[in-house]
C-alpha cells in the first residue's frame, strides 16, 4: 500500500458528460501528480500541484482541469467526455516538487474511467 | 526533449531464468531513473532508482545501474519467478520532468 489513496475505482459514463476524481497524497507530501494510461498512449503525464499551486503541465486537454485542496487533496475533472478518453487515470504523490537522492513519487491504485 | 526507449514485450521466460529488460534515455541534464512495476490490476510501484551515474539500485533481487556513458539503466534479475509476472516501466526524472518508457510485459511461465 503506497499510501496515496483513489476514488472512486471504477467509473462509467456517457460520451459528453464530466466527471470528477479525486486523490488523496500521503501523509505529509505537498506534491500531487495526474497520469492518464491507455492502451496506445502509454503513460503520459498531465500535470502537477505542490502545495496548492500548479506546478507542470504535460500533454493535459483543455477539456480537462485540476485543482489540490488547502489539505493536499487534489481532483481532476473530466468534461465534454470522448470515447477515447477511456483511461486507468493514476495519481502519484511526493513530498518535494520534484524528485531528490530521498524522494520519489508513490502511486495510487488508478481509477479506471469508461466512457460508452 | 527527455524521453526512454525500452525493449519491446512481450517477454517470455521460464522460472528461474535469467532477465534483462533494456533501457536507454534522452536526456539535458543529469536525470534521476527509475524502475517501476505494475502489477495485474494495481497502480505502479517504484522498484527501484539511481540518482547519479554509476550507483546501483537494487530491489527483490532486481538491479539496474546508471550508465552516463551509453545513458543506459538496464534492469536484471538472476533467476525470475512466476511472481514477478507484471509490466516494467523505466522511467527519468529530470528537474519537474518525469518520463515513462512504454512499459515492458513480463511474463514468467512455471
Known amino acids: 500500500d503506497s499510501g496515496v489513496t483513489q476514488t472512486p475505482k471504477h467509473l462509467i459514463t456517457a460520451t459528453g458528460q464530466r466527471v470528477t476524481l479525486r486523490c488523496s497524497p500521503r501523509?505529509?507530501?505537498?506534491?500531487v501528480y495526474w497520469y492518464q494510461q491507455s492502451l496506445d498512449q502509454g503513460l503520459q503525464f498531465l500535470i502537477q500541484y505542490y502545495n496548492g499551486e500548479e506546478r507542470a503541465k504535460g500533454n493535459i486537454l483543455e477539456r480537462f482541469s485540476a485543482q489540490q485542496f488547502p489539505d493536499l487533496h487534489s481532483e481532476l475533472n473530466l468534461s465534454s467526455l470522448e470515447l477515447g478518453d477511456s483511461a486507468l487515470y493514476f495519481c502519484?504523490?511526493?513530498?518535494?516538487?520534484?524528485?531528490?537522492?530521498?524522494?520519489?513519487?508513490?502511486f495510487g491504485p488508478g481509477t479506471r474511467l469508461t466512457v460508452l | 526533449g527527455d524521453s526512454v526507449t525500452q525493449m519491446e514485450g512481450p517477454v517470455t521466460l521460464s522460472e528461474e531464468a535469467f532477465l534483462t529488460i533494456n533501457c536507454t534515455y534522452t536526456?539535458?541534464?543529469?536525470?534521476?531513473l527509475f524502475w517501476y512495476v505494475q502489477y495485474p490490476g494495481e497502480g505502479l510501484q517504484l522498484l527501484l532508482k539511481a540518482t547519479k551515474a554509476d550507483d546501483k539500485g537494487s530491489n527483490k533481487g532486481f538491479e539496474a545501474t546508471y550508465r552516463k556513458e551509453t545513458t543506459s539503466f538496464h534492469l536484471e534479475k538472476g533467476s525470475v519467478q512466476v511472481s514477478d509476472s507484471a509490466v516494467y516501466f523505466c522511467?527519468?526524472?529530470?528537474?519537474?520532468?518525469?518520463?515513462f518508457g512504454p512499459g515492458t510485459r513480463l511474463s514468467v511461465l512455471p
Open positions: 522511467a527519468l526524472s529530470e528537474g519537474q520532468n518525469f518520463v
Open positions: 536526456a539535458t541534464g543529469y536525470p534521476s
Open positions: 502519484a504523490s511526493s513530498v518535494e516538487w520534484r524528485v531528490t537522492s530521498t524522494d520519489t513519487q508513490y
Open positions: 501523509s505529509g507530501d505537498l506534491s
